[in-house]
């Protein structure tokens, strides 16, 4: 088996080896993958974190040795800034939230040769309590972010890459499509008994899973429709205010995290001073 990581800041995931094909999923920096197949200088991955198939161009990607990709099942350190200046010694890389550092030290982490510098906010998931409150906040920061058929950053996302996202730095693997994020966690009986963090999963005429939105506090949800925002939820669906109608019909929601009486928000590792820290927390909120 071969193995490799995204090496560009985005790199998009197509359903055939060719640039004209629909871009299914997308490749942050840093995502370490398998390489199932090859057709010119096109690679058939699958996603390490997902599962997820597709192909990338080989020129987007760099190989990792299989101690490498092991590593990466262990822990992984992401970005937690909305954009942020990778620093290399001769080029500058800008990376969205959710990208991999890999080796990060800190204030270093490298990738295929490659030494760079990053001083933004990162979280490292799986070293510390995470429960409904981080995946409330976390999801606010992509308020506002465009609606991308396939995409995973706030340049451009979709329901089920915006849910997979925002679960990802609490180290909770969600995977890829919202019809098959639906099987995972447990039923909530009644839409009374939600909590925050929540998944609600809507369907169309015919039954199918067509989308996933975050519960937020006081019946309202966050997803990324047309962008990611908030509107009313009840047992009918999302309530559209602006267009006065319900957009999406509730099937089901399911819970993914545990029952809490009382939750720590963690805390964001960063190596920025505390004048830095307290501009980043006025930004996010």
């Known amino acids: 088996m071969q193995y ?18 629909e871009m299914v999923s997308q490749l942050l920096f840093g995502e370490a993958v398998e390489i199932q197949d090859s057709k010119d200088t096109w690679r058939m991955i699958s996603c390490s974190w997902d599962g997820y198939a597709g192909w990338v161009d080989s020129k987007q990607l760099t190989p990792l040795s299989e101690e490498e990709f092991m590593a990466y ?25 959710g990208a991999v550092l890999p080796r990060y030290d800190g204030l270093r982490c490298s990738l295929g040769g490659q030494s760079y510098q990053f001083s933004g906010p990162v979280v490292t998931p799986g070293t510390q309590k995470m429960g409904a409150s981080w995946i409330v906040k976390i999801a606010r920061r992509y308020l506002n972010a465009p609606y991308l058929w396939g995409g995973r950053s706030p340049f451009g996302i979709d329901c089920s890459g915006f849910t997979q996202m925002v679960f990802k730095t609490a180290g909770i693997r969600l995977f890829r499509d919202a019809n098959q994020q639906v099987i995972q966690g447990r039923a909530i009986d009644f ?7 929540d998944l609600a999963f809507f369907d169309n005429g015919k039954g199918h899973i067509t989308h996933v939105g975050i519960i937020l506090p006081e019946c309202h949800i966050i997803h990324a429709s047309g962008k990611v925002r908030i509107d ?3 047992h009918f669906g999302i309530f559209n205010s602006e267009q006065n109608r319900y957009t999406h ?10 029952d809490e009486s009382e939750e720590i928000p963690p805390r964001e590792e960063t190596d920025r001073n505390e004048v830095e820290s307290t501009t980043q927390s006025v930004l996010f909120g």
């Open 232 to 234: 009313k939820l009840d």
């Open 4 to 21: 490799a990581a995204c090496q560009v800041s985005i790199a998009p995931m197509r359903a055939h080896p060719s640039d004209k094909s």
């Open 73 to 97: 099942q262990r822990q992984q350190t992401l970005s937690l800034s909305l954009v942020e200046g990778l620093m290399a010694s001769d080029h500058f890389l800008p990376l969205t939230m």
């Open 191 to 197: 839409a009374e008994q939600c909590h925050s963090g």
């Open 249 to 258: 019909q509730l099937r089901i929601i399911k819970r993914l995290l545990p």
